[in-house]
C-alpha cells in the first residue's frame, strides 16, 4: 500500500481508503433508501480487519450511513486503533421519516459527540460538513460550529463533501476564504466534472478524498441490462436498464485500455483516480474480504496519453451518460 500526504495536515492516508456507506445496512428513512441493500455485520466486520491487513489506515463514513451503524461498526473494529484514521461527516438528518439537512451549530456540536461515543473515540481525525450548500457557508453557523469543535480538540480536521454534481461555489468559498483542510468529491472516468477544482485545491494545499470511483458499479463491467436491486438499495432507482446498456456501450473505448494494462476493469477506474498526485485517496465502498483484497492489488500510473485520451471523453461522450444518470435522481 502506499501513502499519501493528505493536503498540508500531518495525517498520511492509504491512497486506497475504505469506504464505509454500504455496511451501514439497508437503512431507509420513510420511503427513501439511504443504503446499499442488507449488510451482514460479520462480513463487514471480516472486510474491515482484512483491509487493515493489506494496508488500508482511512476509513470514511458518516452519521446518516446505516442512521449510526457504520460508525458503530468502525467503533467496534478499529476504533481504539490509534493507527487508524477515521473521517466521518455531519449534516444529514432523518427526522419524521423525512431527509432533511441541519448545518446549525447546535446540531453539529450534538451530532459531534454523538459520532464520537459511537465510534468509541476521544476524537475525530477529519470531521466534514455533508453536503452543505452556499448558503449554509455564508450563515456562518456551520463554520463556527467546525471551528470551535477543532479548538476543543474533539476533531483535528475539518473539511467539506461537496455535492455531486455541482462543487465549485462551496469550493471556492471555502478555499477564497482559507478555511478547512480538505474535500470529498466525486472523481472517475465517467464524472470528471471536479477536475478544475482537484488542480486549484491541490496547488492551495487541500487534501482531496476521492468517492464514488466505480459510479455505483457502472464501472466494475459487472452489470448487464438485467440487473436489479431490492427496495432497500439507493441504486434501484439510478442504475436503470436504460443507463446500464448506455454505459456499457459507452465505455468500450475505455476497456480497450484493460488488455493493454493486463488489469480488470475496476482496476483501470480506481488507478486512473490515483493517477493524479492531488488525490489523497480513493474510497471505493467496501463489504467483503474479496472486495478489500480487489480494490487494493494491480494499481498502477496510467500514461499522459491514456489520461487525455480519457479526459477527453469526459468532456464530450461521458457528459452525455451522467446527464443521463443525473435525471434518475430527480
Known amino acids: 500500500m502506499n501513502f499519501r500526504k493528505f493536503g498540508n495536515t500531518d495525517l498520511l492516508v492509504s491512497e486506497v481508503g475504505f469506504g464505509a456507506w454500504a455496511i451501514g445496512g439497508g437503512a431507509m428513512i420513510g420511503n427513501t433508501a439511504i443504503g446499499w441493500g442488507q449488510a451482514d455485520d460479520i462480513t463487514s466486520i471480516k472486510a474491515i480487519y482484512r483491509s487493515l491487513e493489506v494496508g488500508i489506515n482511512f476509513f470514511d463514513t458518516a452519521d446518516i450511513y446505516g442512521l449510526g451503524h457504520s460508525e458503530k461498526l468502525l467503533g467496534h473494529t478499529v476504533g481504539n486503533n490509534k493507527d487508524v484514521i477515521i473521517a466521518t461527516k455531519v449534516g444529514n438528518v432523518s427526522r419524521n421519516d423525512e431527509f432533511t439537512f441541519d448545518y446549525s451549530k447546535e446540531y453539529i456540536l450534538q451530532a459531534c459527540e454523538k459520532s464520537l461515543k459511537r465510534l468509541g473515540r476521544e476524537t475525530i481525525d477529519y470531521y466534514q460538513l455533508h453536503t452543505a450548500r452556499l448558503s449554509h457557508l455564508k450563515q456562518g453557523d456551520c463554520l463556527e460550529a467546525m471551528q470551535l ?129 492531488e488525490v489523497s485517496t480513493v474510497i471505493p465502498g467496501i463489504r467483503t474480504i474479496e472486495q478489500a483484497e480487489s480494490n487494493t492489488t494491480g494499481l498502477i500510473q496510467l500514461s499522459k496519453e491514456d489520461m487525455k485520451f480519457i479526459e477527453e471523453l469526459g468532456t464530450t461522450d461521458f457528459v452525455k451518460l451522467m446527464d443521463l444518470i443525473r435525471e434518475k435522481e430527480v
Not at 157 to 170: A, M
Not at 201 to 225: S, V
Open 149 to 277: 469543535l477543532q479548538q476543543s480538540g474533539k476533531i483535528r480536521y475539518w473539511g467539506l463533501s461537496l455535492n455531486t454534481y455541482d462543487p465549485f461555489d462551496e469550493a471556492n468559498y471555502l478555499l477564497e476564504n482559507k478555511l478547512g483542510s480538505g474535500f470529498q468529491l466525486v472523481l472517475n472516468i465517467l464524472n470528471q466534472k471536479a477536475m478544475p477544482l482537484i488542480k486549484k485545491a491541490g496547488a492551495e494545499g487541500y487534501g482531496i478524498i476521492a468517492r464514488m470511483p466505480l459510479q455505483f458499479g457502472l464501472l466494475t463491467g459487472k452489470f448487464d441490462a438485467g440487473v436489479n436491486f431490492p427496495d432497500n438499495d439507493h441504486r434501484k432507482k439510478r442504475v436503470t436498464k436504460d443507463v446500464v446498456d448506455a454505459c456499457n456501450l459507452g465505455l468500450q473505448p475505455v476497456w480497450n485500455l484493460c488488455e493493454k494494462y493486463n488489469m480488470n476493469k475496476t482496476q483501470l477506474a480506481l488507478s486512473y483516480i490515483l493517477s493524479y498526485p
